[in-house]
C-alpha cells in the first residue's frame, strides 16, 4: 500500500518540464529540422518552385575551394579568439584577484564591456580604425605605418580577433575571478608559507583547481567565435577584403539572405551545426577526462 | 503552473485580438504599403512624395516604409512574400531584377497592372537608357523606374587647381598623368572609387562597347555565361592594381565606404554614382565638379553609353483588386515631370522622363549647377548596343559579391588581374547555373 502511493504517476515532473521541451522544440528541434530539410532542396527566392535535389547542396559545397577557405579562416578565428579572451582575462583575474583597495571598481570597469552588443562593439572598433577617419589608424599611419584593413586581409582579420576578443573578456573575467574566490585562501598562504612566490603558487595551485571554470569557458568561447560573432564581422568588414574575414557563420548570412541561395546556405548552417555538435561531445568526453573537478 | 497557463492563454487571446484589430483597421483605409531602401535625407524625400501623392486624392493611402539597404529591402520583400504578408510596391534595385523576373508567380507587371487599371502608361516618354533595362525582349514594362543613377568621374576643383591640373581628365592615361600631379601637390592619393563591380567591370565594359556576356548580356536567355574575363577588363585591373602600389589610386572599401576620401580632399577624383551629389554637396567643403567616366582612347575611339544603376519599383500580386487602382494612379503621379525633376535636382538621380529632363533644363538647373547633367548625357552618348543596354543575370547581387572579392584580391596583390578575373568568370558561371537550375 505504501509503495503504490509512493509510486504513484504524477502529472507535475510532466507538467514542470513541459516549457522546457517545448522551447526546445520550438525554438531548436523546429527550425534545425527545417534547415536540414531546407539543405536538400533547390529552391528560388520567392518559394514559387522548389525542387528535391537529394545532397546535391553539399555536393557542391564540398567541391568548393572557397567554403574551405572560409573553414580554415573559422578556424584561426575561433581559436585565436579563444586564446585571447581566455588568456587575458586569466591574467586580468589573478591581478584583480590579489588587489585590496579600489577592487569593485576594478571588476566594475572591466565587465562593462559584456554590456555591449556585438554590432554596438563592431561599430566601434570600425571607427576607431577606420582608415581614412579612424584614430588609431591616424596614429599607426602617422608611425609610418599603412592601415588600411580594406585592403589587407590580415589586418582585417586582426582587428576582428580583437574586437570579437575584447567582447568576451568581461565574460571570462568574471568566471574566472569567481572561481579563484572559491579556492580556499589557506591553501595558497600555506603554500606562500613554504616559500612559493606568487607565479609559482598561480601555476601549481590556482591554474589547476580552476581547470573546471577554463574548460567551461573554452566550451562557452568556442561556441561563442563560432556563431555569436556575426554582429562583429557584420559591422566591420562584412566578410571582406576578398572573403579574408568570411567565417563560416557569416557566409551563411551572405548565401541566403544576400545572395538569397536558400538550399546552399541551409547546408552550410548544417554543416555548422554538425561541426559544433562534434566538437563540444568531443570536448565532454576527452578534455573533461583530464578536468578535475 | 495553472496560473501561468491562464496568464499565457489570456496573452495570446489579447494579441489575436490586437492583431484582429490591426486588420479590420487596415481594411478601413485602403493603404498602400511601399517599402524602400532610401535611408537618410533621400528617406525624407520619399517620404514627402507620398504625403504629396496622398494629398492629392482621398481614396487611397500610400505608406512608405524604410526597410533598410537595397539588398534588405529585397530580402525583407521575398520573406514577406513566403509569409504571404507582402507589400504592395517594393523597391529593387537593378542588379535584383532578373530574380524579380523570375518570380513571375509573385510580381504584377506595371505596365500590365496600368493597362488592368485603366492608367495610360506612355513608355515613349522614359529615357531609352532607362527603360529598356526593365524591359522583356518583347518590350514590357515590367517595374517602375524610379531612382536611376549612373557612375561619373567626381573631382575636387580647389585640388586641380592646387596641382595644376588645366582640364578634368578624359582617358584613363590623363587620370594617372593628374594623379601624378596631385600626388606631388602633396595629396595622399590621385584617386579611389566605390561600388566596384558596377563602376569598374559593368560600366567598363558598356562604356568600351564590350560584352559582359553571351546571348546579350543576360537579356536573351537565361543560358548566359560571362565573358568579361577579357583583355581589356585585365588591362584596367592590372593598372589599377600597379596604381595601388604607387597610390595613384587608393582602396577605400565597397560601396560608398571610400566617399571619405574624397570629401576629406584625402584623394582628387573619385568614381562612383551620380547620386553622391547631395552627400557630397553637404559634406565637400571645397569646389567640386562631375565628368563623364576616363576610357582608353587605344580600346575604343569614342566611349559608347554607360549604364544605369539605382532601383525601380516593383508592384506585387496577392492584394485586392481596388488596391492596384491606386497603385496605378500613383506610379503615374511619380513618373510626372515634375516629381521627377524636383527627385532629380535634390538628389543627383538622373532625371527618367525626357519631360523632366526638358523642366530641369527650362528651370535652369544646369546652368546654376555645371556637371549635374553628365549623367544624364552620358547616359545617352549613343543608341545602346547589346553591349551597353545593361545586364540581366541572375543571383547577380552575390555574383556582384563575388567579382568584388576578386577585385580586392587584386588591389592587394594576393592575385594578379587575368588570375582573379577568369576566377570571378568561373565562379560567376556557376551561380548562373544554378539559378538557370533553380527557374527552369
Known amino acids: 500500500m505504501l509503495k503504490r502511493t509512493h509510486f504513484n504517476p504524477s502529472p507535475l515532473p510532466y507538467l514542470l518540464v513541459t516549457p522546457q521541451i517545448l522551447i526546445t522544440i520550438i525554438f531548436f528541434i523546429w527550425p534545425a529540422s527545417q534547415a536540414v530539410f531546407q539543405s536538400l532542396l533547390v529552391e528560388d527566392a520567392f518559394g514559387l518552385k522548389t525542387e528535391f535535389v537529394w545532397f546535391d547542396n553539399f555536393i557542391e559545397l564540398f567541391s568548393d575551394q572557397i567554403y574551405f577557405n572560409s573553414f580554415g579562416k573559422t578556424i584561426v578565428f575561433s581559436s585565436l579568439v579563444a586564446f585571447l ?35 554596438v562593439a563592431g561599430t566601434l572598433w570600425m571607427f576607431i580604425f577606420d582608415p581614412t577617419l579612424g584614430i588609431v589608424a591616424y596614429m599607426l599611419d602617422m608611425m609610418g605605418y599603412d592601415w588600411n584593413h580594406r585592403l589587407n586581409g590580415n589586418q582585417a582579420m586582426a582587428l576582428i580577433i580583437f574586437a570579437a576578443s575584447w567582447k568576451q573578456i568581461s565574460y571570462n573575467f568574471l568566471f574566472f575571478l569567481a572561481g579563484m574566490q572559491a579556492i580556499p585562501k589557506s591553501l595558497t598562504e600555506a603554500a606562500a608559507i613554504d616559500g612559493a612566490g606568487p607565479a609559482w ?93 | 503552473m495553472r496560473k501561468s497557463v491562464k496568464a499565457i492563454s489570456m496573452a495570446m487571446v489579447m494579441a489575436a485580438l490586437m492583431l484582429g484589430i490591426q486588420i479590420t483597421d487596415s481594411q478601413a483605409a485602403t493603404e498602400i504599403q511601399w517599402w524602400h531602401a532610401m535611408g537618410g535625407v533621400n528617406g525624407e524625400r520619399v517620404n514627402k512624395i507620398a504625403d504629396d501623392f496622398n494629398a492629392t486624392q482621398k481614396e487611397f493611402k500610400v505608406v512608405p516604409v524604410y526597410k533598410g539597404n537595397y539588398t534588405e529591402t529585397m530580402t525583407a520583400a521575398i520573406a514577406a512574400f513566403r509569409a504571404k504578408k507582402q507589400p504592395h510596391i517594393v523597391q529593387v534595385f537593378e542588379v535584383g531584377t532578373a530574380t524579380m523576373m523570375a518570380a513571375k508567380g509573385a510580381v504584377y507587371p506595371v505596365e500590365q497592372m496600368m493597362n ?40 575636387n576643383m580647389d585640388a586641380f587647381a592646387k596641382a595644376g591640373i588645366k582640364e578634368p581628365p578624359k582617358t584613363w592615361p590623363e587620370v594617372e598623368a ?33 560584352a559582359l556576356g553571351t546571348k546579350e548580356n543576360g537579356f536573351a536567355g537565361l543560358n548566359t555565361e560571362f565573358t568579361f574575363n577579357n583583355d581589356s577588363v585585365k588591362r584596367i585591373m592590372g593598372d589599377v592594381a600597379k596604381w595601388q602600389k604607387s597610390k595613384v589610386f587608393d582602396y577605400g572599401g565597397r560601396r560608398g565606404d571610400s566617399l571619405p576620401k574624397f570629401t576629406n580632399a584625402e584623394c582628387g577624383m573619385w568614381l562612383n554614382s551620380s547620386a553622391y551629389y547631395g552627400g557630397i554637396k553637404k559634406q565637400a567643403k571645397f569646389k567640386f565638379s562631375q565628368t563623364m567616366l576616363p576610357f582608353y582612347p587605344d580600346i575604343i575611339a569614342k566611349p559608347q553609353n554607360s549604364i544605369i544603376g539605382g532601383a525601380t519599383l516593383w508592384v506585387l500580386k496577392g492584394h485586392p483588386k481596388g488596391d492596384y487602382k491606386g497603385i ?6 511619380l513618373s510626372s515631370p515634375e516629381v521627377q525633376a524636383w527627385w532629380h535636382q ?38 545602346p548596343t547589346p553591349n551597353s543596354r545593361g545586364l540581366r543575370f541572375g543571383n547577380f547581387v552575390q555574383i556582384r559579391d563575388i567579382i568584388n572579392e576578386e577585385m580586392e584580391a587584386v588591389w592587394n596583390g594576393t592575385k594578379d588581374a587575368s588570375l582573379a578575373m577568369d576566377d570571378a568568370v568561373k565562379r560567376g558561371n556557376k551561380l548562373l547555373r544554378k539559378f538557370e537550375k533553380a527557374n527552369k
Open chain 2, 116 to 155: 488592368d487599371s485603366g492608367v495610360k502608361l506612355d513608355k515613349s516618354a522614359f529615357l531609352p537608357a532607362v527603360i529598356s533595362y526593365y524591359q522583356t525582349p518583347k518590350g514590357e514594362l515590367l517595374s517602375m523606374p524610379f531612382n536611376s543613377s549612373t557612375p561619373v568621374l567626381w573631382y
Open chain 2, 346 to 383: 535634390e538628389t543627383g538621380y538622373v532625371p527618367i522622363t525626357t519631360a523632366a529632363y526638358e523642366l530641369s533644363k527650362k528651370q535652369g538647373f544646369y546652368e546654376k549647377n555645371p556637371g549635374t547633367d553628365t549623367a544624364i548625357k552620358q547616359l545617352s552618348l549613343n543608341t
Open chain 2, 328 to 333: 496605378a494612379q500613383f506610379m503615374n503621379y
Open chain 2, 178 to 210: 593628374a594623379s601624378q600631379k596631385l600626388l606631388k601637390a602633396g595629396f595622399k592619393s590621385g584617386f579611389s572609387f566605390g561600388w566596384q563591380s558596377w563602376v569598374m567591370v559593368e560600366n567598363f565594359s558598356s562604356w568600351h562597347n564590350l
Open chain 1, 201 to 293: 603558487r598561480f601555476w601549481t595551485i590556482i591554474f589547476p583547481l580552476l581547470s573546471p571554470t577554463t574548460f567551461f569557458l573554452l566550451v562557452m568561447n568556442i561556441v561563442y567565435a563560432f556563431f555569436e560573432t556575426f554582429g562583429i564581422v557584420h559591422a566591420v568588414t562584412k566578410g571582406g577584403p576578398a572573403g579574408a574575414t568570411e567565417i563560416m557563420v557569416y557566409k551563411v548570412y551572405n548565401d541566403g539572405f544576400i545572395g538569397l541561395d536558400l538550399g546552399g546556405s541551409a547546408a552550410q548552417s548544417v554543416v555548422l551545426m554538425v561541426i559544433v555538435i562534434t566538437l563540444t561531445v568531443i570536448q565532454f568526453r576527452y578534455i573533461e577526462r583530464k578536468v578535475e573537478y
Open chain 1, 85 to 119: 579572451s581566455l588568456g587575458t582575462a586569466l591574467i586580468l583575474a589573478a591581478t584583480a584577484d590579489r588587489i585590496v583597495r579600489g577592487a569593485t571598481t576594478y571588476r566594475t570597469l572591466l565587465i562593462w564591456p559584456y554590456a555591449v552588443a556585438p554590432v
